[in-house]
């Protein structure tokens, strides 16, 4: 197909079904479904993805769906979208080239593309000729950010199922991440579609849930949660979950080795049960490294994920149980005041069961626990307010432990909330925390943070 035919010029003046022109800037960015076009639509700068009309199985039909995802609007966190804004009345380019296309706002300057933190580099292009491109390294700044992102991601998808849609092509080209932060954009809406429906999207290879490789299924919020579960083992060990040592003795994966290894015959590298196709070192040495480095349960949800839910759709992960995991796995995240060294605390030394020492200088470390969970304390520990109220909110921070500036090894509790909490010491004091005030910690020290949801430091 000559692609080059549906390509604009820069000042074309494409018609907006909502009414008005988009006019064309540069090219952004070419894929395998269509380009990327800068473009001014009623004084804003959006993002214009531009359709190859002959890529497209069921052009009307999808056309229709893209109109019909631009009048419900992104779902609830929508912030986490780009989601489509507007959709062009058909144009012929040159003349006699009928496509369409949509505007979506622009990615989030800073950020980087996932597919770049799971390569962790690539190759910026020279400024100009005659001079080599230049190695760009991607690596998240902190195992805080790591998993914040991670429950970003299963955040987004769990409100868009709960809308009652499925992404239906979930791969690493979809999102842009705050390396800083943690923060998460979904991008490439355009597929997204009611539960159950399909308009000649298949899914993405590696991604795919093995009943759409072998052509039995089409893609829904089930094969969604196997694809978002091939996104979250890439986040975290940068490896493809099915490829091992089996995947590599097909020296071509030919279509008919990618039917048997993703399809029909898929094998987790850590299956515990079946042990043919586990990493390769010199290959996969990703995978090798950083699986022994994530606290038990982490991995047993993996396990769980590549060995019941490659058989039975129904037995994957649904994101609220990722949810769980990931926000443990975040209050598991320690930071030793003696050395620095950041880790998961599981993975510390256990003096005694709520005590974790720090291999590396000794350094004892207590904790704190609230709800269903028990989290180290150090200098600098942010809880959010899915810790200290009954709500789904993982971003917004409601408390921080802090050193007292004069007294190196007292920590305090900070109220960052808009609530006042209750302190009830262990000498029988009680203390009201207002919002912006602190109190130190003690041994037993217990809060009441409202709403029923309390905690209590252990020595």
């Known amino acids: 197909m000559n692609e080059d035919k549906y390509r604009l010029k820069t000042g074309e003046r494409i018609p907006m079904e909502a009414g008005g022109e988009a006019v064309v800037g540069k090219e952004l960015g070419a894929g395998g479904q269509g380009v990327v076009y800068l473009v001014k639509y009623q004084g804003n700068d959006y993002a214009l993805k531009w359709y190859f009309f002959d890529k497209l199985k069921h052009p009307e039909e999808f056309r229709g769906n893209l109109i019909q995802n631009v009048a419900d609007g992104a779902p609830e966190g929508s912030r986490k979208f780009l989601w489509p804004q507007f959709v062009t009345k058909y144009y012929m380019v040159n003349g006699n080239t009928k496509t369409f296309g949509y505007l979506m706002d622009l990615a989030p300057q800073g950020y980087t593309e996932f597919d770049d933190l799971y390569m962790g580099y690539h190759w910026k292009k020279p400024a100009q000729k005659g001079q080599n491109a230049i190695k760009v390294v991607h690596k998240f700044e902190s ?10 991601i299963v955040k987004a998808f769990r409100s868009l199922h709960r809308a009652g849609k499925s992404y239906q092509d979930l791969n690493g080209g979809g999102f842009f991440i ?241 609530h006042t909490w209750k302190a009830a010491f262990p000498n029988g004091e009680l203390r009201e925390i207002r919002p912006g005030a602190g109190a130190p910690i003690w041994k037993g020290l217990k809060i009441d943070f409202g709403d029923n949801v309390k905690a209590r430091v252990l020595w």
């Open 178 to 418: 705050d390396t800083k932060t943690g923060d998460v954009v979904v991008c490439d809406c355009d597929n997204v579609a009611p539960d159950g429906e399909n308009f000649g999207i298949g899914g993405f290879p590696g991604y795919m849930a093995p009943e759409i490789v072998r052509g039995v299924a089409k893609p829904d919020v089930l094969t969604d949660r196997h694809s978002l579960a091939v996104v979250l083992f890439r986040l975290f060990f940068r490896a493809d979950p099915l490829e091992g040592k089996k995947v590599l003795q097909s020296v071509v994966l030919t279509e008919a080795k990618e039917l048997q290894h993703y399809g029909t015959e898929p094998v987790f590298i850590y299956d515990p049960k079946v042990n043919t196709n586990r990493p390769v070192r010199g290959v996969h040495d990703n995978a090798i490294r950083l699986w022994p480095m994530f606290p038990a349960y982490l991995r047993n949800i993996f396990i769980q994920a590549f060995t019941d839910g490659l058989k039975d759709p129904g037995k994957r992960i649904i994101e609220k149980k990722w949810q769980e995991i990931l926000i443990r796995l975040r209050s598991d995240i320690i930071h030793c005041p003696g050395c620095g060294k950041v880790t998961y605390s599981t993975l510390f030394h256990h003096v005694e069961h709520y005590v974790c020492k720090c291999k590396t200088c000794g350094t004892n470390i207590y904790t704190l626990q609230i709800k269903d969970m028990v989290t180290p304390l150090y200098p600098g520990l942010k809880l959010y307010r899915c810790y200290t109220e009954n709500a789904e909110d993982y971003e917004t921070v409601t408390g921080e432990i802090i050193e007292n500036k004069n007294k190196k090894g007292l920590f305090g509790i900070k109220n960052l909330s808009k």
């Open 143 to 152: 195992l805080d950010a790591q998993v914040t992102a991670a429950i970003n």
